[in-house]
């Protein structure tokens, strides 16, 4: 009998991490993720694959993190960040085969970010300074950012990132900036002279996580672009070097949610134009994935050679396409994929367009269109051997009518195995202004292989279905979210698919939020897993690295301008009322929900006689259960399959 995925299948996988084409668009290097099951280390692979003949072969040897790869303007030689000597250093490798050799010698490695000038003669990246890092677990240290750690990256001002520029004629090593700011995402301008960059982390902002675009010489004069934005990201030279294009979402006063758009701004000018304004959804959504592939959806957006479109996702439900946006012209915007997908753009040479797609049975795999045809055509198929043994569930699409007459999307993932009405496990989205939709995700596969129905709903500030639904919890958390996850569980109740006797509820960040929330308003289910959850609004702001900015934007105020808005939206105010047997999920080193979140509410409960226990995951940050050491990510699967088994299947 066919079995079903199970808790250590996520050994067997391989996560597609990133991929480019050759300048001639011959060949394609791709990186590979993969889990080594004897010293329980995730590592990364170069592969490469020549389009003409179909042949792929493995550039490097699978035993270490080897990722970035970027093609030389001559398309003879690749460029790529190892960890092979235990520090993350640049190397270089023959694209016809060879040793690799290493360039930079950095005390404390570099961060990637490769990017070749477009003469091939010096390579951009990033890096923290090329000195010996201070111990602040034993030296005493002062602070004067308004955020001053920032979670995955520390305390920033040991880990903030510059701008460096390696010189292949000379080897010599030139430092661009030095501001204290964290600069990344280097891109040259098309003659060469310049680098433009992203600069996060100011000293004085706390709106860490919005870069101002910024450029700097080659003799670091640096000056700025574009600053002030409610979001930037994505931006690139067009090809002639006239234009930045991005996309974003100014500080117009609109609220958190708000849609972003395609701009394009005219250097010589300053003038910004918005090349997408007719979509009533946003350019560059997120659909919320269980995987580390986290690099697939950075710098989004591709440019034609001509300079007059460019490439973009556009989420729409839980589908992330890509979309061709006109650069000039009347606003013209069509859609060059489709399906039951999400769709990463990769690269783009000529007519070649390269992408990722993951669906709901299979993690990501490289794709090739041709838009001149509109030929589209798969590459890889890295799980397919192992994936088509096993029994894989049936997904079923959702749609009804919430308390007040919106519609909300949702999908319902049976179990290979048993018969309806299934014990269900409610699943919900982080961000919140994040979706779930036509994506692979290992704990939904891993839950059905053990039984469960796993309901996962895009309720109210998901994005890709208008500004007025991703907008509509601002000042209201736990109101209209929570009534359509309830209306949700209603509806597939109605249905015949989920056993109203057998509901469990998890999530992680937002989502950890709502299981918090959920299990203080009801009882109908009979355990509760949140992960790095907000628990308590007045002390996120004060404790998390965007709280002073996402606190405000989300609750419309300063805690001591609104106080009881705080406490109405925050989980702690009703912690006291659980019953529900509730395991907590904390990262140690989770930044963004810091651990004192998940921390109170374990009290609360535990001080009021509710069966509640606690993981705690050291050294972990706030994703650490997708993307974070493996020993972490097992340790998690592993409790919430014993928890749900104990309280959910036994009920």
């Known amino acids: 009998m066919t079995r079903t995925i199970q ?4 050994l067997n996988l391989h996560f597609l991490n990133g991929a480019a084409l050759s300048p001639d668009a011959s060949k394609i290097i791709y990186t590979v993720n993969k889990i080594d099951a004897e010293d329980d280390k995730e590592y990364s692979t170069l592969y490469l694959l020549d389009l003409a003949s179909g042949d792929g072969r493995q550039m490097t040897s699978g035993r270490s993190v080897d990722v970035g790869a970027r093609w030389s303007p001559d398309g003879k030689t690749i460029a790529f960040v190892s960890d092979r000597d235990g520090k993350s250093q640049l190397y270089l490798l023959p694209a016809d085969g060879g040793e690799a050799r290493q360039l930079s010698r950095f005390k404390r490695g570099i961060s990637g970010g490769l990017a070749w000038s477009p003469d091939g003669s010096k ?20 602070v ?12 920033l001002d040991d880990e903030v990132n510059d701008i460096y520029v390696y010189d292949l004629a000379g080897g010599e090593t030139t430092r661009l900036t030095d501001d204290r700011n964290h600069n990344s995402n280097p891109r ?5 002279s310049s680098i433009l960059y992203d600069a996060n982390m100011r000293q004085d902002d706390s709106g860490a996580l919005t870069p101002n675009l910024m450029m ?3 003799a670091g004069k640096q000056c700025t672009v574009l600053a002030d934005w409610a979001n930037i990201e994505s931006a690139s030279f067009t090809p002639d070097g006239t234009r930045i294009v991005f996309v974003g979402r100014p500080d117009d006063g609109k609220p958190i949610g708000t849609k972003s758009d395609l701009y394009a701004l005219d250097l010589s000018s300053g003038d910004i134009e918005c090349r997408s304004g007719g979509l009533d959804v946003g350019v560059g959504g997120r659909i919320m994935l269980d995987m580390p592939v986290a690099s697939l959806s950075l710098q989004n957006v591709r440019l034609s050679a001509d300079g007059k479109s460019a490439y973009a996702t556009v989420q729409r439900g839980g589908t992330d396409h890509i979309y061709r946006v006109a650069l000039s012209g009347a606003e013209a915007i069509e859609a060059v994929t489709c399906g039951d997908s999400v769709d990463f753009p990769l690269d783009l040479r000529g007519d070649q367009l390269l992408y990722a797609r993951t669906t709901f049975n299979s993690p990501p795999d490289l794709h090739l269109a041709d838009l001149a045809s509109g030929a589209s055509r798969q590459l890889t198929q890295l799980n397919a051997d192992f994936l088509g043994g096993l029994a894989l569930p049936q997904t079923q699409r959702l749609n009804w009518q919430s308390v007040d007459g919106v519609s909300v999307d949702g999908w319902f993932m049976k179990p290979p195995k048993g018969e309806a009405p299934y014990p269900t496990i409610l699943y919900i989205h ?10 692979f995700h290992f704990d939904f596969q891993m839950l059905a292989g053990a039984g469960y129905g796993v309901l996962f709903l895009n309720h109210r500030a998901s994005t890709g279905y208008g500004d007025s639904f991703s907008t509509a919890i601002k000042g209201d958390w736990g109101n209209l979210d929570y009534k359509d996850l ?14 109203a006797d057998r509901l469990g509820v998890c999530g992680l960040s937002g989502g950890g939020n709502l299981s918090c929330w959920i299990v203080g308003q009801t009882t109908r289910f009979k355990a509760a897993i949140p992960q790095n959850p907000v628990t308590n609004w007045r002390s996120f702001y004060g404790t998390s690295d965007i709280g002073i900015y996402f606190g405000v934007e989300q609750m419309g105020g300063h805690p001591q301008e609104i106080p009881e808005v705080y406490e109405r939206c925050s ?15 904390q990262s140690e080193l989770d930044w963004r929900c810091p651990a004192e979140q998940g921390e109170q509410f374990y009290t609360v409960l535990k001080a009021n006689g509710c069966t509640v226990e606690m993981l705690r995951q050291p050294g972990g940050s706030h994703g650490a259960s997708i993307s974070g050491a493996v020993n972490l990510r097992r340790a998690h699967n592993e409790a919430m399959l014993d928890w749900f088994a104990r309280y959910v299947l036994d009920a």
């Open 571 to 585: 989980p702690i105010t009703y912690a006291h009322r659980c019953t529900t047997p509730t395991l907590m999920v």
């Open 216 to 218: 700097v010489d080659l």
């Open 123 to 142: 390579i951009a990246f990033c890096a923290k300074p090329d000195v010996e890092a201070a111990d602040l677990s034993t030296e005493p240290y002062r």
């Open 144 to 155: 004067d950012r308004t955020v001053y750690r920032f979670d995955a990256i520390g305390y």
């Open 486 to 499: 309830m209306s949700g569980v209603d509806h597939a109740i109605e249905l015949g698919l989920a056993d």
């Open 7 to 10: 808790q250590d299948d996520l």
């Open 188 to 192: 040259w301008s098309p003659d060469g």
């Open 430 to 439: 982080g961000g919140p202004h994040l979706a779930y939709g036509f994506g």
